[in-house]
């Protein structure tokens, strides 16, 4: 919260002393009994979330959807027409998919919350004169926070002390390069106030004491935050399709049950109550009871998947929303690339250097090496603020120069350690470079590093091969080549320098009064550095694969125009030559047409801020793309959140771009995308994979209703609602699973992203499970059923066969076993997909054999144990009815083989032809 009577805008222009008097402030900080009322009056520094629907609404909503409320009433119908065991098993199949179905979507939030740390867990104050540690929560405004190299800003302050402070501000601008603070009076305001410091942001160097101004959701991050939570979360194309098929299915089964009711009133003649539990039976028959919870343990199993390759999925339907996926809208910084700061080239006048080696490891070499180099290296170590142990920390350029020198045997470390810093001029985006002095058995040296014009313009001499020459015209027409050279392959470029101060050269008493302009003049121009952020590893395969599958990659930077074309051809993202390269300036005067018309093509963004990101968002939307969304930053979470998949960073992510995204990388790397992406697509291929699994064996179970009815009861039934429920809940939900659990089909990443309003349930689907497959299946089902009647003193007899004794049980129970082993070949033939059945491994999927395993178990306990046989209605049978069940096996298999050789026929037919 912040104090409510003190004009928010007008803190970068007011003095200290202003600013202290105005929150009630002395020299020692808040008073503890101060801190404790404001603490009670403005409450603590935290971050709200949005609440969301209530636990116990959520938990309501899995027994009220439409297939929910279906299975309520048929069980309800059950109890009337005094079936209590069909009752209990239908409300029992609705609490273990609704309970089933909580406990994934709770898992999920439970872990992402676990993942979200939204402040840094202590602070550095000042209270009562008292340097002291507290909670970042007890923050108050008005207290004064001590800030060192490496800690994370707790709120939003006004800087009251500093030296050399340097502020990260990525997280809030995507500008990587860390700003420099002031504790003077500066007439920006906000994010471009050079003595205001913000909650969330990191201190890259120097330290300093900030009064705190405002906190929780008053401070700039808190407000992203907010802005964050109240964007719509839209439906997942999973969601809305599984909302779909069960309205259809329901009404479908329900409009089935409804003639099956009539059916049997009017033409069979049983009595209503007995007519309800035959159109109950086809009801069951239709309805898949197990879709639910094998959509949604599949789901699980590929965020298990996923997370294993460094993607943690926040909500289950967001993994199949991946596969949809047309557009990735990248930072490059920490995702396409390392985010570590590498020395490629060195360059000295007359002589060009390749640096081998990536990243902060000092693993590498420089080659030609000489004393102009190392000349240059040295400015590099001693005009530097970084450190390389125990751990690298500063800012990224100045730790490549350090590794550099490294690499060239120089131990940064044990080399400054003979000198003696005496002053330290530092970086200003104005002057474009930065000093420092040294002194070394009585001799002062200036050493000075910087953008090349801003070092060169200031250079009277150069180093060519360790000897001092004058800076002639040509001399710095060869230097300005150099670095064009550099910059047009999209390094970024650093010059150094040095100037050896004259004896008389003496420091004023307060080094911060000493002019620059009487230190970074006359300099001897030692040489260029060039860097890149190179590539993270897998990612130039990533891209190749995007191609591939029809995915367009957007790359938005913070970098210059020039760097970000440059990074975005190295890496292939950009391949054609009409490729545009939007400015964030050129961005903001753009119409909404315009943008439009930009991002049909191939594009990238750079020197844009993260509030830009949305804009670009919701124009992709418009144009039908399904958009992924990468973004770190607290200035991202609207655009992760507005997203159709908001991508966060798990390593370098605030907890506001966290808690809006519905995925997060935990290694940062764009390649985990690709993968999450294949997983996703994986997953709808399973999906429909599963469905029509399950719907195959619909049609045998509501085929022996359809001819009890059709003959007038003459035909007795074959499998009972008991039996039914055995195979839908029983029987076929692991192999489902198991089918849910498939590794992604080859190619898959080679066709065009599906488009979202493509079905689960086609008509294409339907045929194969119904008309096909099913009716195979059905026919056989029959078969056998009258198989058993006719070997067992009934031979030829077609009608009026015995509805009830041990013949019917057997013959049932042999039915449902019949069903059980048909499902075991239409398992194969849905993991085959397009491919031979016979070109399918019969490994890959560790769930397949157990799952199998489990159905023969299952069947086994039905038919022979007691106690079942009581529930089921069934009774064992010939043990040389079980070849017949084993020749039932390959039946699906051999057919859907037949019917992929009369399609691949047609179509080198048709081929021919044209």
Request: glycine residues 8%; neutral net charge; contains cysteine.
């Amino acid at each position: 919260m912040a104090r409510p009577d003190l004009d928010m805008g007008r803190i970068p222009a007011q003095s200290v002393e202003a600013i202290m008097a105005g929150f009630g402030v002395g020299p020692g900080g808040l008073s503890l009994p101060e801190v404790q009322a404001r603490l009670e009056r403005l409450g603590e520094n935290n971050i709200s979330h949005s609440r969301g629907k209530p636990l116990a609404l959520r938990f309501l909503d899995q027994f009220t959807h439409l297939m929910a409320v279906l299975l309520w009433a048929g069980g309800g119908i059950a109890f009337a027409a005094r079936l209590p065991q069909l009752g209990v098993s239908i409300w029992l199949v609705n609490i273990i998919n609704g309970a089933f179905g909580f406990w994934m979507e709770y898992k999920a939030e439970k872990a992402m919350k676990a993942l979200l740390r939204l402040m840094p867990e202590s602070v550095t104050v000042m209270r009562d004169g008292i340097v002291m540690k507290v909670g970042s929560a007890g923050i108050v405004p008005g207290d004064v926070v001590i800030l060192a190299e490496g800690d994370r800003v707790p709120a939003d302050g006004r800087v009251i002390e500093e030296y050399r402070l340097r502020v990260d501000q990525s997280t809030l601008t995507g500008e990587s390069i860390p700003a420099s603070k002031t504790a003077a009076i500066v007439e920006n305001k906000g994010i471009d106030a050079a003595n205001l410091v913000f909650a969330g942001t990191t201190v890259s160097a120097g330290e300093a004491k900030a009064l705190i101004f405002a906190t929780g959701m008053d401070t700039l991050f808190g407000r992203i935050a907010g802005e964050a939570q109240a964007v719509r979360e839209e439906p997942s194309p999973l969601q809305q399709e599984l909302r779909r098929v069960t309205r259809s299915v329901t009404f479908i089964a329900l409009g089935v049950g409804l003639v099956f009711f009539l059916l049997a009133a009017l033409f069979v003649g049983v009595r209503p109550a007995e007519s309800f539990i035959f159109a109950l039976g086809m009801i069951v028959a239709f309805v898949p009871e197990g879709l639910l919870p094998t959509v949604t343990l599949s789901l699980a199993m590929g965020v298990r998947r996923m997370a294993a390759n460094n993607a943690l999925i926040k909500r289950l339907s967001s993994v199949e929303t991946l596969g949809c996926a047309t557009v990735i809208c990248t930072d490059k910084t920490g995702t396409l690339t390392e985010n570590e700061m590498t020395v490629v080239s060195l360059w000295t006048p007359g002589r060009q250097r390749h640096v081998t080696g990536t990243g902060f490891s000092a693993s590498g070499q420089i080659e030609h090496m000489d004393d102009a180099a190392r000349l240059a290296l040295q400015a590099g170590c001693l005009c530097n603020t970084a450190t390389l142990t125990p751990k690298p920390l500063g800012d990224p350029t100045e730790i490549a120069l350090l590794v550099a020198a490294a690499k060239a045997g120089l131990d940064p470390n044990a080399f400054r350690s003979r000198f003696r810093k005496l002053h330290e001029i530092p970086f200003e985006s104005e002057r474009k470079r930065m000093s420092v002095i040294i002194e070394e058995d009585g001799l002062k040296t200036a050493y000075v590093k910087g953008a090349p014009d801003s070092i060169l313009a200031l250079s009277s001499r150069l180093s060519r091969s360790g000897d001092m020459e004058p800076m002639s015209a040509t001399a710095r027409d060869e230097i300005i080549a150099a670095n064009d050279t550099y910059a047009r392959a999209g390094y970024r470029v650093l010059a150094l320098a040095r100037r050896e101060l004259p004896r008389s050269f003496t420091l004023p008493d307060n080094p911060d009064l000493l002019p620059q302009e009487t230190v970074e003049t006359d300099l001897d121009f030692l040489g260029l550095a060039a860097m890149l952020d190179p590539p993270r590893p897998g990612v130039l395969e990533a891209v190749d694969c995007c191609h591939a599958a029809g995915i367009r990659i957007i790359m938005i930077t913070g970098d210059n125009p020039l760097t970000a074309e440059s990074i975005a051809r190295r890496l292939d993202i950009l391949r054609g030559p009409q490729a545009v390269i939007v400015s964030g300036s050129d961005l903001e005067r753009m119409d909404d047409q315009s943008l439009s018309d930009r991002l049909r093509g191939d594009v990238v963004f750079a020197r844009v801020s993260p509030e830009i990101k949305l804009r670009i968002v919701e124009t992709l939307q418009q144009h039908g793309e399904v958009v992924a969304m990468t973004g770190d930053g607290v200035n991202d979470a609207p655009a992760l959140k507005r997203a159709d998949i908001g991508v966060a960073m798990g390593r370098s992510g605030t907890d506001a771009a966290k808690e809006a995204a519905d995925m997060i990388l935990a290694d940062d790397n764009f390649a985990s995308i690709v993968r999450a992406i294949e997983e996703g697509r994986a997953v709808f291929v399973n999906i429909k994979k599963f469905i029509t699994y399950i719907f195959t064996s619909n049609i045998p179970e509501a085929i022996p209703f359809f001819l009890f009815v059709m003959s007038l009861g003459r035909i007795p039934l074959a499998l009972g609602i008991m039996l039914i429920l055995a195979v839908d809940l029983g029987t076929d939900m692991l192999p489902a699973i198991a089918l849910g659990a498939e590794p992604a089909e080859p190619g898959i990443m080679k066709v065009p992203p599906r488009d979202r309003r493509e079905r689960l349930i086609t008509p294409a689907l339907l045929r194969r499970s119904f008309l096909f497959l099913g009716l195979i299946q059905g026919m056989a089902c029959m078969a056998v059923f009258y198989y058993y009647y006719w070997t067992n003193g009934y031979a030829g007899q077609w009608l009026d066969l015995p509805s009830e004794g041990p013949v019917y049980a057997s013959a049932t129970a042999l039915t449902f076993a019949a069903v059980v082993v048909t499902q075991i070949g239409n398992l194969f033939v849905q993991r085959a997909g397009s491919r031979s059945v016979f070109r399918i491994p019969l490994g890959g999927n560790r769930l397949l054999w157990p799952s199998i395993a489990t159905e023969l178990a299952v069947m086994i306990l039905v038919i022979h144990v007691p106690f079942l046989q009581g529930i089921f209605g069934t009774a064992p049978f010939a043990a040389r009815d079980w070849i017949v069940l084993a020749v039932l096996i390959p039946l699906l298999p051999l057919a859907d083989e037949l019917r992929k050789c009369v399609l691949r026929k047609r179509s080198q037919n048709k081929r021919a032809m044209s």
